[in-house]
């Protein structure tokens, strides 16, 4: 079955350091994938998606890009603020309606 | 526009006890869903529906049970509660990307706690 791995946490910077949060995953075809981010005591919320190979999705400074040759979907962000502090979680979509398939979630912790 | 609504936010239950927890969207969204979340773990998807009247089996079912008798309502109901259900549920609803791929809008969650 279909599967999310992502780098296990904490993970602790500064602020204004270069973030990466890697995350590859296992499917069968061709899957949609996702980065969403949850702030303590919220739900999720999505942070970006690409639905294709060589997309890039970004929002808020955050990128990450889908490359099915390594099976990856990395996240990064150039500077962090301490309020990008939150779990972050890699998701794939296979294309059926039965949900998302989740990664453990990597709690980031930015120190200022 | 709310997006997804759950109450309650908190509940404490004992063994044995039930609940039902309410979920509501107002986006007109055919797909939603249930997922729980263990402390360190991603979510594991509970229950899953497509549309009025349409329920289906996820990951982690046992335990639990649903019904869908309008698009904007999914409930999920505890019947006996046991410890192993002490978890944060989380309720989603989704639309159709380009694709046939869904994207998920989830609600703020509910911490139950089964002492």
């Known amino acids: 079955g279909d599967s999310v791995t992502q780098m296990e946490g904490p993970v602790t910077l500064s602020e204004e350091a270069f973030l990466t949060i890697n995350c590859t995953y296992t499917?069968?075809?061709?899957?949609?994938l996702f980065w969403y981010v949850q702030y303590p005591g919220e739900g999720l919320q999505l942070l970006l998606k690409?639905?294709?190979?060589?997309d890039k999705g970004s929002n808020k400074g955050f990128e990450a890009t889908y490359r099915k040759e390594t099976t990856s979907f990395h996240l990064e962000k150039g500077s962090v603020q301490v309020s990008d502090s939150a779990v972050y979680f890699c998701?794939?979509?296979?294309?059926?309606?039965?949900?998302?398939?989740f990664g453990k979630g990597t709690h980031l912790i930015i120190q200022p | 526009n709310a997006g997804v609504t759950q109450t309650p936010k908190f509940r404490i239950l004992k063994i044995g006890q039930s609940m039902t927890l309410q979920c509501t969207q107002d986006?007109?969204?055919?797909?939603m869903y249930w997922y729980r979340q263990d402390p360190g773990m991603g979510l594991k998807l509970i229950y899953y529906?497509?549309?009025?009247?349409?329920?289906d089996k996820g990951e982690v079912p046992n335990g639990y049970n649903v019904s869908r008798s309008t698009t904007e309502d999914f409930p999920l109901r505890l019947e006996l509660a046991a410890p192993s259900q002490t978890s944060v549920y989380f309720c989603?609803?989704?639309?159709?990307?380009?694709?046939?791929?869904?994207?998920?809008?989830f609600g703020p969650g509910t911490r139950l706690t089964v002492t």
């Open positions: 989603a609803s989704s639309q159709t990307l380009a694709g046939g791929f869904y994207e998920q809008y």
């Open positions: 690409a639905t294709k190979a060589d």
């Open positions: 499917a069968t075809g061709y899957p949609s």
């Open positions: 529906s497509v549309g009025a009247g349409i329920t």
């Open positions: 986006m007109n969204h055919n797909y």
């Open positions: 998701a794939l979509s296979g294309g059926g309606a039965d949900g998302l398939t």
